[in-house]
C-alpha cells in the first residue's frame, strides 16, 4: 500500500470496491463461457450480463459490444477491421494506441487549444474519397473534448466512418452521439486492467485482428477474460458523469491556486472544454521529469505528459501539435482519481509550490 497523494487517474484509476468484489466473485466460476453445460451456462450468463451492463450505460445494443484485452486493442481492432478500402484520417493528437495502429494515416491538425481543426477535417475528407476517422473524445493528457459531434456531422456528409477512442471519456463525461464505434478501457474507469470494449453500431462487422474459436461473435477469438469483464461492467455501473464531476471544482481550485502564486505557470487546453479531473500544468524552463521526480520525493504521483510503457519521458506529441514549442517539455499532467481526497487541492499546491521554490533556487 503506497501513501501520499496519486493523482495520476488518467495513467490508470485506482479499483472500484464494486470493480473488486465482482472480480472476486467470478473467479469462483469454473466455466468457460462457450461450454454448452451448466458450469458453462452460468459463466455464459455473467458475460452477457456484463455485455448488457456495459451496453446500457454506454449506449447501443448488447449484441454489439466486443470484448478486448483493452483500449489499446479495441482501438486497433476498429482501424484493422473498419478500415478495408478507406483512407485512415486520425487527430494528430491521438493515443500511441491508434497512431501506432494506423501507418500511414493523414494526421488531422488541432487548434491551439486542442480541439480538432474542423476545418480542416472538412478538407481532407473532401480530398480523402472513402475514409475513416478517428478521434479522441478526450485527450490523456489535457482533457481536451474534441466537437464529435460537429465531426460526426461532416463524416455523415462524406459518407466517412468515425471510430472514436472513448477510452479517458467514458465514466468521466457524457459520451458523444454519432460515433459508428467507441473503444473503452476497464481500468481507465475505476475496473481491473485486462478488460475494454469496442462498441459497435448496428450493422457493422470489422475484419477481426484475432480469429480464434470465433467468440464474439466472430469478431475476437479467445476465452473471455470473464473476472477483468465482470469488474469491467461493474465499474461501468458505479462510474456516473455525476460522481466525476465533483471533481471539476478542485481540479478548477488547483489551477487557480497556481496562478495566484506562479503567474508564469499555465495550463495548456485549459480554455476548451474538458474532462473533469485533468489538468495540464506548464512550468516554463523546468523539465517535466524533473518536476516529476521532485513531486514523487515529496509523495506526489503524477506524470509527465503522457507515461509510456518504458518509464522514459519524451517529448509530447499532443503538447507540440498544440504549439507549444520547447515548452512541450515543461508540462505535467494532474489527473484526480474517482475517490480524490477532499483536501487534494491544499496538499497538490502545497507540493508544486514547495517544488517549485526549489528548482528556481537551483536554477539561481
Ligand atoms: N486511448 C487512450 C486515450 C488512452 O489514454 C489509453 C491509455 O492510456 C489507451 C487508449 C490504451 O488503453 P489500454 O491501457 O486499456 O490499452
Same mark, same amino acid.
Given at each position: 500500500m503506497t501513501t501520499g497523494l496519486s493523482l495520476d487517474a488518467n495513467a490508470t484509476e485506482p479499483l472500484r470496491p464494486e470493480a473488486r468484489a465482482a472480480v472476486l466473485a467470478a473467479l469462483d466460476l469454473p466455466g468457460n463461457p462457450s461450454s454448452v453445460h451448466a458450469e458453462g451456462r452460468a459463466a455464459r450468463r455473467l458475460l452477457e450480463d456484463a455485455r448488457g451492463a456495459i451496453a446500457a450505460r454506454? %449506449? !447501443?445494443?448488447?449484441?454489439?459490444v466486443v470484448f478486448t484485452a483493452g483500449g489499446t486493442e479495441a482501438n486497433a481492432l476498429a482501424l484493422h477491421g473498419l478500415s478495408a478500402g478507406r483512407r485512415v484520417l486520425v487527430g494528430a493528437t491521438e493515443h500511441p494506441a491508434v497512431l501506432r495502429a494506423a501507418p500511414g494515416a493523414t494526421l488531422l491538425p488541432v487548434r491551439a487549444d486542442g480541439t480538432i481543426d474542423l476545418a480542416a477535417l472538412d478538407a481532407a475528407l473532401a480530398a480523402a474519397g472513402p475514409a475513416l476517422v478517428c478521434l479522441m473524445?478526450?485527450?490523456?493528457?489535457? !482533457?481536451v473534448l474534441h466537437p464529435i459531434a460537429d465531426a460526426a456531422g461532416l463524416c455523415g456528409r462524406y459518407g466517412a466512418l468515425l471510430h472514436v477512442d472513448a477510452v479517458q471519456a467514458a465514466g468521466r463525461a457524457p459520451l458523444p452521439a454519432g460515433a459508428d464505434s467507441l473503444a473503452l478501457s476497464a481500468h481507465k474507469l475505476g475496473g481491473p486492467k485486462g478488460a475494454g470494449a469496442l462498441l459497435l453500431r448496428p450493422g457493422l462487422d470489422p475484419t477481426p485482428l484475432i480469429a480464434g474459436g470465433g467468440q464474439e461473435r466472430g469478431r475476437r477469438g479467445g476465452t473471455e477474460p470473464l473476472p477483468a469483464i465482470a469488474g469491467f461492467a461493474a465499474a461501468a455501473r458505479a462510474a456516473t458523469d455525476q460522481a466525476a464531476a465533483r471533481l471539476a471544482p478542485i481540479r478548477d481550485a488547483i489551477e487557480a491556486a497556481i496562478a495566484a502564486l506562479a503567474p508564469e505557470a499555465r495550463f495548456p487546453g485549459q480554455g476548451a472544454p474538458r474532462l473533469p479531473n485533468t489538468s495540464a500544468i506548464l512550468l516554463p524552463g523546468v523539465p517535466a521529469e524533473t518536476q516529476v521526480i521532485a513531486l514523487d520525493l515529496a509523495g506526489v504521483r503524477v506524470s509527465a505528459g503522457a507515461a509510456c510503457s518504458s518509464g522514459k519521458v519524451g517529448a509530447s506529441h499532443v503538447l507540440a501539435a498544440m504549439g507549444? %514549442? !520547447?515548452?512541450a517539455a515543461c508540462t505535467i499532467r494532474m489527473s484526480l482519481p474517482w475517490n480524490a481526497p477532499e483536501d487534494s487541492v491544499e496538499r497538490f499546491v502545497a507540493a508544486w509550490a514547495a517544488m517549485r521554490e526549489q528548482v528556481t533556487r537551483r536554477a539561481a
Open positions: 454506454f %449506449g !447501443g445494443r448488447a449484441q454489439d473524445a478526450a485527450n490523456n493528457e489535457t !482533457g507549444l %514549442g !520547447g515548452d
